[in-house]
């Protein structure tokens, strides 16, 4: 079911990410906007404007997800929603996230200007904190949305540096809302996004259906030794914890190439106690990103993981915790969203293809409870997390239209 009358703005949409980019913009032409910080402050108030500015009702939930919604003829519909997040990684990327939460308003914007009235409510959502990058392992508001963490728990999450909470950090940029997180009926959830990897743009086809995401683990590895003078300390005599750690990271990098079909394994964040250069260190906290397709291959990689890591710590006489601080299995999204992706693009002459989706999102959390779907665009050699992030405005738009006539199909016309 094409609308020909509703066409989203193309101009409209890349102009609205490009200011969206100022908002914490990089000299390396990238965005930093860590969640819950001031400037994550910053980009929510614009999105606020802008969803009133489109004449959607605003709400702030208990995780401080920004919700704008737009009525429909039924107004006690379970609602159709899409969204994404407007936090990215320190040095992020112009469209991660964001892409997903502009196209959403870009949506309603269309429709406003077509005057069309759907039979369900629309709904677009700005998600908090889907990085993870300050507070535990990322998607933790979708998460208390889709009841796979309890509020408590959310709202208790220390920061990194545990100085502060979740829910202090909410209360001090003004985004504590009232609003129930979850817990109440949904339609469906679409979420749009840039692939984050070369498929698209490698096939030169402009839209990717997705059929679903890797399982993924983390962890927060503590290895502990004992400090000492840099230039007395015998070498046979120190409990090195920096040597520790790095044992077992090149251990992880190396396992990761003996799995077939390939893990991925990252380190993403090392910190060592003292941290100075005439000081042995005496501990060494780092994380460990393990994600693949199959769970069972997932969980077998895991065990191999710990292993290694204990093995290393006995040889060099150093302790070693590991504590598992998230894991989410493989998902398949909702069969009917995936057809539903599908059809919106071929009937607007779209090639699509199906893919899965290497990154973790928000709709992973929402498709424990919702039927869910995702819509992928290209993106410039399929980089992310990195300031270089770059698409084409004419994929943008393509994708948000995608968005708009999947949305439409299943909210129904008034
Ligand atoms: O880590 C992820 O997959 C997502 O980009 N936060
Ligand atoms: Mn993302
Ligand atoms: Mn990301």
Not at 186 to 209: R, T
Request: charged share 25%; hydrophobic share 40%.
């Amino acid at each position: 079911m094409s609308l020909p009358t509703v066409r989203i703005d193309e101009d409209r949409l890349w102009q609205s990410l490009m200011t969206m980019a100022e908002i914490g913009a990089t000299p390396g032409g990238g965005v930093c906007r860590i969640a819950l910080t001031d400037v994550d402050r910053e980009a929510r108030d614009l999105f606020s404007t802008w969803c009133r500015d489109a004449g959607l009702d605003l709400r702030i939930d208990r995780m401080g997800n920004i919700i704008g919604r737009r009525t429909g003829r039924d107004p006690d519909a379970p609602a159709v929603v899409t969204g994404s997040h407007l936090d990215t990684q320190p040095l992020g990327g112009r469209f991660d996230g964001v892409y997903g939460v502009l196209a959403g308003l870009e949506v309603m914007r269309a429709l406003n200007d077509a005057g069309i009235e759907t039979q369900a409510p629309l709904e677009v959502i700005d998600w908090t904190d889907e990085e993870g990058v300050r507070f535990a392992a990322g998607v933790v508001a979708s998460g208390v949305y889709a009841g796979r963490f309890d509020l408590e728990y959310g709202l208790n999450l220390p920061d990194r540096a545990g100085e502060t909470t979740f829910a202090r950090e909410l209360a001090r940029i003004g985004y504590d809302g009232e609003a129930p997180c979850g817990g109440y009926p949904v339609d469906a959830f679409f979420e749009a996004h840039i692939e984050q990897g070369p498929i698209l743009e490698q096939e030169g086809v402009p839209i990717g259906a997705v059929m679903g995401a890797q399982g993924q683990r983390c962890y927060a590895v503590t290895v502990t030794g004992e400090e000492g003078h840099a230039g007395t300390l015998p070498m046979a005599l120190r409990r090195d914890a920096m040597v520790g750690a790095s044992r077992m990271i090149d251990g992880l990098y190396r396992l990761a190439f003996d799995v077939t079909p390939p893990p991925v394994i990252t380190t993403g964040y090392v910190s060592v106690r003292p941290n100075s250069r005439n000081t042995v260190p005496g501990q060494v906290v780092f994380s460990i990103d393990i994600r693949h397709p199959d769970n069972a291959v997932l969980a077998d990689v895991c065990a191999r993981a710990e292993a290694l890591c204990r093995a290393a710590a006995a040889e060099l006489g150093v302790d070693v915790a590991i504590e598992e601080s998230s894991r989410r299995d493989s998902i398949a999204f909702d069969a009917d969203c995936v057809d539903v992706v599908r059809t919106a693009a071929d009937g607007l002459g779209l090639a699509c293809r199906d893919i899965y989706s290497g990154a973790g999102h928000d709709a992973c959390n929402l498709a424990r409870t919702v039927p869910t779907g995702m819509i992928f665009v290209p993106c410039k050699g399929g980089i992310s997390h990195n300031e270089r992030e770059d698409a084409l405005p004419a994929d943008l738009a393509a994708g948000c239209q995608v968005l708009l006539e999947a949305m439409v199909a299943r909210a129904g016309l008034a």
